[in-house]
């Protein structure tokens, strides 16, 4: 590596300007949200804190990273200074389309939980929490992540606020809960951020997530409504009509014949394709050429093992696609362990709304920018084979890992979207 290094200083010295461009691409698109100077600065720093090696990116370490000796001034642009969260939101959700944008992409939903001590904490109470696997002292977030082929990231992302805190007026007034914030479900937060991708004309055709929005009558048919293709996870216990009387989703299936039962790959995994096997059911024709199906997957090493979906989508889509959609899901549990281990996503010390919802954008934003850098990252070797395979000379060796920046970007470009086939 030291030889390609010294063999090639002058490339790796563009490589380096090309990764610092484009993080100051990034500020320079959310700096006009930020009218005074100090926070502009201060952003820049806290971004490129994200990026780098420092293990824990709270305001002490971001700040110290940025070489001031106190946490003052990012504590102050997460919480005192002037600048809308859900501005940078819409300067994110541009770039993330921008440069990932594609009519094939799906929209994939799912909370996570962010463990706490104490009970001052926005939205913080005693709930399950998917992460831990458990019932904890935890904040729930509920996100819409973006796949495509290039590679998948953060989107949108909402603070579920339980009914104890939606009524508690103190609490609300102590953590800075606006107002017009009332108690609302987690599928009715995920409807939320699909509307307002649906409003900046997103492109995506299908809406994927767990039984915590296919469970959800009110959500699919408001997907239904607006013929937006859906597949959803339900439990076995999901009732569906089966002539005249209703059955569980598990005690049809397994009626069903064994020949109806197809392998497919739900996409590619870290160990290669992740195979399963199928079997659908046409469940109710619907308006404009439309159908839903009640779908099943099983383990092929585990056979008892059988999770269970609804989908909704055009008439002639195929059981392959239906599979290879809901494989998707896989991404944005992998964008949480990246969001998380990488760039920080829960390792902030705030405990107001606004805190919250700050950080976390930031943080979405940081992931993005490395999601983006990897998929031109990949796209580049191709590219440069194209070009010598025209014009007679050998491609370069693309982007190696010397000459990428340090920090989360030169652990997270080869993790970030590194199944982006699937």
Not at 384 to 393: D, L, M
Request: aromatic share 10%.
């Amino acid at each position: 590596m030291i030889k390609h290094i010294a063999d090639q200083p002058n490339q790796t010295l563009r490589e380096a300007h090309h990764w610092a461009g484009r993080l100051e691409t990034i500020v320079e698109l959310i700096a006009p949200r930020f009218a005074r100077s100090e926070p502009r600065t201060r952003v820049a720093a806290f971004l490129r804190g994200l990026l780098s090696p420092i293990e824990r990116k709270n305001g002490w370490q971001l700040a110290e990273g940025a070489g001031h000796q106190k946490p003052y001034g990012m504590q102050h642009l997460l919480g005192r200074a002037e600048w809308s969260a859900d501005e940078v939101r819409e300067d994110l959700r541009a770039y993330v389309v921008e440069h990932l944008g594609d009519e094939e992409a799906v929209a994939v939903l799912d909370e996570t939980g962010f463990l706490k001590k104490g009970i001052k904490s926005v939205g913080v109470a005693r709930q399950y929490s998917g992460t831990a696997g458990r019932v904890e002292n935890c904040q729930i977030g509920v996100f819409l992540v973006y796949a495509t082929s290039s590679g998948h990231t953060f989107l949108d992302r909402e603070l579920y606020l339980p009914k104890v805190w939606a009524t508690d007026v103190r609490r609300r007034a102590e953590a800075g809960v606006p107002e017009g914030v009332v108690f609302a479900t987690k599928p009715q937060l995920a409807r939320r951020m699909i509307e307002r991708a649906l409003e900046a004309k997103v492109p995506f055709r299908w809406v994927t997530g767990d039984s915590v929005y296919g469970n959800d009558w009110r959500m699919r048919s408001w997907l239904e409504e607006r013929s937006i293709s859906y597949v959803l996870g339900v439990t076995a216990q999901y009732r569906i009509f089966t002539g005249d009387a209703r059955h569980w989703a598990a005690t049809v299936v397994s009626k069903l014949p064994e020949k109806k039962w197809q392998r497919c790959s739900c996409g590619a995994g870290s160990k290669g394709e992740r195979r399963y096997d199928w079997v659908w059911l046409p469940l109710r024709e619907l308006e404009g050429g439309r159908r839903r199906w009640l779908l099943a997957r099983r383990s092929i090493s585990k056979p008892e093992e059988i999770a269970y979906y609804v989908a909704s989508g055009p008439r002639q889509t195929t059981l392959e696609e239906l599979a290879r959609v809901a494989g998707r899901r896989w991404t944005v549990e992998e964008s949480f362990e990246t969001g998380k281990g990488e760039v920080g996503l829960d390792q902030y010390e705030v405990r107001s709304w606004t805190g919250w919802y700050r950080h976390i954008t930031l943080a979405m934003l940081a992931h993005a920018y490395l999601t983006v850098i990897r998929a031109e990252a990949v796209a580049q070797p191709e590219e440069e084979k194209k070009e010598g395979g025209k014009e007679g000379r050998a491609p370069s060796r693309g982007v190696d890992s010397a000459d990428r920046p340090r920090g989360a970007a030169a652990r997270l470009v080869d993790r970030v979207g590194a199944h982006a086939d699937a």
